[in-house]
């Protein structure tokens, strides 16, 4: 569905805008794929690596509306993965984390409905779920901008749905490459927030896939999230270090002990399918279908019982040690 198409990615030089480059350059022969940063220096990086006949770098940030509606102009796709991350930095810089995460996504929106963008896909995060910190918080208002904007839209075909997935293995500012970090600088200890604590563990190419398979199947409005493993922490410093011990240093601030995705308070609206959930809107669409137990695909979902949770510490399926250790491996050897 993307050959001859043109593709923009906002944060398009972060990690998932490169592994996402290079699988769309591997399947498809887009017109025009269209990488949207503030960075210079990492688009010049980026252009060593990719430097397709089809590809664009344009300099520009979310928070300038008029330099993304120029940017969308002719534009079929858009991947919004612009944002800021981390969620400390995020509690000692407010207003930073709103400009971005928040205006930036009515701009993203505002920019996609008048260029008749045919998709959006927004990412998200686990922590935009029953959110306690700032990073949160912006990141379940930015879902609810880019599901309301399917009402939005009035009478114009742009579909907006958001992808929401847990910790990416080995991304920029994740756990495994600081504990890399300590370990290779001769490391007596790992420091450990908590021993309970739990997170979800998908692969980048995990995380590139699932969007790639809901541009296919988004009517526009849902949540996509993906039915992927966890892992402990403790587990974790175990596969990357066994001989080091642990040093608890206590919970960052607006950090959780488990991690939610479909909260309980959502299970009314939340499908099950076979490898993912779908969080139907809270609200009522006015010039589309509201019916997401079908997708475009012709999958077919069934609700999830009433108070249902699918959270980092009560999911099924955990990775054992071995099973970390291998896939830090693979990981590491397709990076």
Not at 85 to 93: G, H, I, L, R, S
Not at 135 to 142: D, F, I, N, P, R
Not at 255 to 275: A, G, N, Q, R, W
């Amino acid at each position: 569905m993307f050959d001859d198409k043109v593709i923009l990615i906002t944060g398009g030089t972060g990690s998932f805008g490169k592994k996402y480059t290079q699988s769309l350059l591997s399947r498809y022969k887009p017109r025009k794929l269209i990488i949207y940063s503030r960075d210079e220096l990492k688009q010049f990086e980026m252009q060593q690596q990719f430097n397709d006949s089809c590809m664009r770098y344009f300099i520009g940030d979310v928070r300038d509306k008029e330099r993304l509606h120029q940017a969308m102009r002719g534009v079929d796709y858009v991947i919004h993965a612009a944002a800021l991350k981390q969620v400390p930095a995020a509690e000692y810089n407010p207003t930073e984390c709103i400009r971005t995460n928040i205006h930036g996504a009515e701009n993203v929106i505002m920019a996609a409905l008048e260029n008749d963008v045919s998709k959006v896909i927004a990412l998200s995060t686990d922590k935009a779920a029953n959110p306690i910190n700032l990073y949160g918080a912006t990141k379940l208002a930015s879902d609810k901008l880019f599901v309301a904007a399917n009402n939005i839209a009035g009478g114009r075909d742009t579909c907006f749905s958001v992808v929401r997935y847990g910790n990416v293995v080995g991304s920029r500012g994740s756990v495994v490459p600081f504990f890399q970090n300590l370990i290779n600088n001769g490391a007596s200890s790992l420091p450990i927030t908590d021993t309970k604590m739990t997170r979800f563990w998908i692969t980048l190419q995990q995380g590139v896939d699932f969007v790639f398979q809901n541009f296919a199947r988004m009517h526009g409005g849902e949540i996509f999230v993906p039915k992927i493993p966890s892992v402990k922490i403790t587990d974790l410093a175990i596969a990357m270090a066994p001989d080091l011990s642990h040093d608890i240093v206590g919970i960052r601030p607006g950090e959780k002990v488990h991690e939610i995705m479909c909260p309980s308070d959502d299970s009314h609206l939340t499908l099950e399918f076979d490898d993912h959930f779908v969080i139907r809107p809270s609200i009522t669409f006015n010039s589309r279908s509201n019916d997401f137990v079908v997708n475009e695909l012709g999958e077919k979902g069934t609700p999830v019982t009433q108070g249902y949770e699918y959270n980092s510490g009560n999911n099924p399926w955990f990775l054992d040690v071995d099973q970390i250790r291998s896939l830090n491996e693979k990981v590491l050897k397709e990076s």
